[in-house]
């Protein structure tokens, strides 16, 4: 019995993990698909599966049909690491595309770089991903421009003079977005009145916020995921304070909205893109995300779609998969229509695009100005 | 002053949610001398049963007592259900192993329902209804009083009153007393051990149930990973107070919940989670065994 | 339980043990397949630089293992705490080798590296070991978690090593060569201490410490030995991992990391070397083996069956797969 069963399960596994000769360009991701980041992995792959559809219905590239190998990291750095080995070592992609978080994509990056195949970040924001070697990039802004933009709109447009910082001290994104923003305000002359910090994961804001009111600034600016936004939001106006929220592109999601209530109304953030701009591939991406997965995309999803798209048009004007000249073409990316905006890659490989800044409008994100680089 | 007495609300409502999750949690550990770490797991369960149940049984409801009647029932059953079968199939089997096992055990129970309730409850977070009428009550000063808050520290001191009522003045609370100075002896004695376990999970479990559904009202944002922070923090709050004492247990997270609140709120925010376990260090090296413990030593 | 439960649960065992050779044949296909054609760029050699790097993970989780065995299964002193020893190794040698040896021949880097990772470790395992000795069973575990934690919400906050960026560009010089040679030289280690009077008056202290006072033994002393030895092991599997991986961070040093090696312990079975290095070697495959599964499924079912196989193991093998037992060249005749 004992016997059986095992070899049963063996038979069973072996024919099915057969390495198949594969006639497929394959491409891999890499994110957390499990554990306590999960929602942004989860979207990031769904945006990439998205545009390997669309081009696969198109006829896929270079003659050939897309396939997407993606594995899941559950959020720690070393299986990161370990997954991009595996897809460039064992499934043999011919590109990386991954991950959202800056440390997970510090901790790939030499690999990738190492045996010389392109990485591209969908969403890490620290300026030192793309540093770690010349095959690595991105396709979203980096901490300091974001920073800037939200800083010159607060004090420019807005005309608001001083500031408090609610932000993560877990997550690098939130901190290094403060950090920026914090920098370019007060050279502009405005002050920050409180810096206080939270955990990404915390559900109770309420100390942070108490102290934040009485000091009374003008504005808190909330570097963060949507996750916590919402709540942050809702605890923000229990306990009294009235005064607009601000953030980055990690708030784009329905379930800001959704969470936050009426409480992040009137609140502003900087995004890539806003769902009114006209151009087709925004109102396609949103169309098409829409029917396949059934809810709005959040800025994730977009980014995922967006490096996918910019790797498959590289492989496309490359007409190779061979490493170095898929760089040089991913390299050569200019004016690339894509759903977060038009996306040049620049000499640090990291992409300029202009930001817009969006006000909270109901459960629309309304727009309020674009910020060319 | 007024800052003072905002953050002694906000804290003494942080330390009942954690006081309801550390009732569970000492109650089962009085009982088995089992640190069950798949209970703010069940207690996460509990929350996405109530956020299922309204809405797909009663999606219309108006905020009102009745529906938060019917919401915590219907979490409690649901958690009560799960108790049970985590109890026969998981620990059950293991009742003579060494304790040591168990732990893993329910560490694996615990990954289990978190990587499981991340592929059916999808990953991503979701917004838990208003299932309460609520208000704002502003109490003079610009401090605000919040009557979910109130809602949930009168619960978890009613709840404290009713677990200490079954424990102390009920047969069935001798029973479970008796098992956990000693199973063998409970046993050779005549009670049925096996049925006063799975009722004290059951109870622990209905307990996480409703502690998921309130959590859902105070922080209206639930996602499958949301009883790992609770949890850990409401185990802290359950040793401080003494393990396996129930209005120590209570005692206890309200003392967390109150000292994150003032850390956070006049020193700084930086270490508020570090805080906790600063505490718990403190009091269990000053006083082994926790606030309200008793001073018996045990081995793994 | 019934008889048709037990075989499904074997049945469902078997399948997971399946899954992992199927995951070691995979390794060597792809060799065999490598040495027939070459892709530009790509590794072609004996072993596929995955498995390599898994490989390497796997000796680290060994150390990580066997030194945890020596405080929980052998003291019997339950801790929670290991990745917080572990984190304090990593950064300890991460920041020595690349702040003031950036440049030093790899001798010096492994040396200085090591020692002041273990140095580091131990001190912090000599002073919570002290501070620890009132308590037993699980209000240490409790303490062990929070100095744990403690230890990684400090570096979480420290701007110098990267805070929550984590720490970059650590100098890489452990190979898989050097992590075997010293993963083998740390669990000789471990035998003998085990097998000599130190051990024994370990294990006289988990089975009864009053009756090993009464032989002679002191046991706060033993007991701050096993902490400082435990500790100081950790502190060098998180030297090695700093520089097997070159990046750092503190999501790798969370409680989960700690409870990982409690269920290394564990499932290997408790008090048994072997069993450490055995469990060790399931937990660190079992993940990456699963990832076919994912593959098959399009599910992220991984870490389900991950956590299946945790508490299956406990239910069938409550003494987890070795028990007592040892292995014929680590058994003390």
């Not at chain 2, 009883?227 to 709050?237: N, R, S, Y």
Request: hydrophobic residues 50%; positive net charge.
């Amino acid at each position: 019995m004992i016997m059986k069963s095992f070899l049963l399960s063996v038979l069973v596994i072996l024919s099915a993990c057969q390495n198949k000769a594969n006639d497929k360009i394959v491409i891999g991701n890499f994110g957390s698909l499990t554990g306590a980041e999960a929602t942004f992995g989860i979207s990031t792959k769904q945006g990439i599966e998205l545009a390997i559809e669309e081009w696969n219905k198109a006829g896929g590239v270079l003659g050939k049909q897309i396939e997407l190998k993606a594995y899941d990291n559950q959020g720690k750095p070393e299986e990161a690491r370990l997954s991009v080995e595996k897809l460039i070592n064992v499934d043999n992609v011919v590109a990386v595309l991954g991950e959202v978080a800056s440390t997970r994509s510090l901790a790939a990056a030499p690999v990738a770089q190492q045996y010389k195949v392109p990485m591209i970040s969908p969403s890490s924001t620290n300026p030192l991903v793309t540093q770690k070697g010349d095959y690595i990039f991105r396709v979203c802004f980096i901490d300091p421009f974001q920073g800037e933009v939200m800083a010159k709109f607060a004090f420019n447009s807005l005309k608001l003079k001083k500031g408090a910082i609610l932000r993560d001290s877990k997550s690098d994104y939130s901190m290094g977005l403060a950090n920026y923003f914090i920098k370019t305000f007060e050279a502009l002359g405005g002050t920050i009145v409180a810096d206080e910090k939270f955990v990404s994961g915390d559900v109770d804001f309420k100390a942070q916020l108490t102290s934040i009111k009485n000091k009374s600034p003008e504005f808190i600016f909330v570097p963060g995921y949507y996750t916590e936004v919402g709540l942050i939001a809702r605890q923000a106006r229990e306990a009294g304070v009235k005064v607009p929220l601000m953030g980055g592109d990690g708030w784009d999601s329905d379930k800001l909205t959704e969470i936050g209530g009426a409480a992040v109304e009137g609140s502003y953030f900087s995004n890539h893109y806003t769902v009114e701009d006209p151009r087709p591939e925004v109102q396609n991406f949103i169309a098409n995300y829409k029917t396949k997965f059934g809810t709005m995309p959040d800025a994730l999803a977009a980014s995922g779609y967006d490096a996918a798209r910019v790797l498959l048009e590289a492989i496309k004007r490359a007409n190779s998969i061979e490493g170095q000249k898929l760089r040089d073409s991913i390299a050569a990316t200019k004016d690339f229509q894509g759903a977060t905006g038009i996306i040049t890659i620049n000499e640090q490989r990291d992409a300029t695009k202009s930001a817009v800044v969006l006000k909270v409008v109901g459960k629309a994100f309304k727009f309020v100005e674009s910020v060319k680089p | 002053m007024n800052e003072f007495i905002q953050h002694t609300i906000n804290g003494l409502a942080l330390g009942s949610i954690y006081a309801l999750v550390a009732l569970g949690y000492t109650m089962v550990f009085g009982v088995l001398q089992l640190i069950n770490f798949a209970h703010g797991d069940i207690f996460m369960v509990g929350s996405f049963i109530g956020l299922y149940f309204i809405r797909f049984a009663i999606p219309n409801a108006e905020p009102s007592i009745f529906t938060a009647i019917m919401v915590l029932i219907a979490a409690m059953v649901g958690s009560a259900i799960v108790g049970v079968i985590i109890e026969k199939f998981a620990y059950r089997p293991l009742r003579k192993a060494p304790r040591i096992n168990i732990l893993i055990t329910a560490i694996g129970v615990s990954l289990l329902l978190e990587y499981g309730g991340q592929l059916v409850f999808g990953a991503s977070p979701q917004f838990f209804p208003d299932i309460l009428p609520r208000k704002l009550i502003d109490i003079g000063g610009d401090i605000i009083l919040d009557s979910n808050q109130l809602t949930i520290f009168v619960m978890s001191f009613v709840l404290m009153q009713i677990l200490s009522f079954l424990v102390f003045k009920t047969q069935f609370g001798r029973s479970m007393r008796a098992i956990s100075h000693s199973l063998e002896t409970a046993n050779l004695i005549g009670i049925n051990v096996n049925k006063v376990i799975l009722i004290t999970f059951i109870i622990g479990s209905a307990l996480a149930g409703a502690a998921g559904v309130l959590y859902g009202v105070a922080y209206p944002k639930i996602d499958p990973l949301l009883g790992l922070l609770p949890g850990l923090k409401a185990f802290i709050a359950a040793v401080l107070g003494g393990i396996g004492n129930i209005t120590g247990a209570v005692i206890g997270a309200i003392i967390l919940g109150l000292s994150e609140t003032y850390v956070a709120g006049y020193i700084s925010s930086t270490y508020r989670d570090a805080l906790a376990f600063v505490i718990l260090i403190i009091v269990l090296l000053v006083r082994p065994g926790g606030l309200l413990g008793s001073k018996k030593i045990e081995k793994v | 339980m019934g008889k048709i439960n037990k075989t499904f649960l074997l049945f469902a065992l078997l399948f997971v043990v399946a899954v992992c050779l199927n995951f070691i044949m995979g390794g060597f296909n792809f060799n065999l397949a490598a040495l027939f054609y070459e892709k530009p760029g790509r590794f072609t050699g004996l072993i596929s630089p995955y498995y390599y790097s898994v490989l390497i993970l796997l000796g680290i989780n060994i150390i990580l293992s066997v030194s945890l065995m020596l405080l929980n299964g052998l003291t019997g002193l339950f801790t929670m705490g290991h990745a917080g020893f572990m984190a304090i190794g990593a950064y300890c040698s991460a920041s020595v080798v690349s702040f003031l040896l950036p440049d030093a021949p790899f001798v010096v880097q492994l040396l200085a590296g090591s020692l002041s990772a273990g140095l580091a470790a131990g001190l912090v395992g000599f002073l919570i070991g002290t501070s620890c000795l009132r308590l037993a069973g699980d209000y240490l575990g409790m303490v062990t978690l929070g100095f744990g934690e403690i230890i990684r919400i400090v570096f979480l906050n420290i701007d110098a090593v990267g805070g929550a960026r984590g720490m970059t560009d650590i100098p890489v010089y452990m190979n898989l060569g050097s992590v075997f040679l010293l993963t083998i030289i740390i669990i000789l280690v471990i035998k003998r201490i085990s097998n000599g009077r130190l051990g024994r008056a370990m294990l006289a202290i988990k089975e009864n410490e009053m009756a090993a006072n009464m032989m002679g033994i002191n046991p706060l002393n033993i007991k701050v030995k096993a902490f400082v030895i435990s500790s100081f092991m950790a502190g060098i599997a998180g030297s090695f991992f700093a520089h097997s991986e070159g990046y750092i961070s503190t999501q790798t040093f969370t409680f989960a990391k700690s409870f990982e090696v409690i269920a290394m312990n564990v499932v290997g079975g408790l008090g048994s070397l072997s069993g450490a290095i055995m469990g060790a070697g399931i937990l660190t495959v079992l993940p990456e083996a699963l990832r076919k599964v994912q593959d098959i499924t399009g599910l992220d079912i991984r870490m389900v069956i991950y956590a299946l196989t945790m508490v299956l193991i406990m239910i069938l093998r409550p003494q987890g797969l070795m028990g007592n037992r040892e292995w014929k060249w680590l058994s003390s005749k």
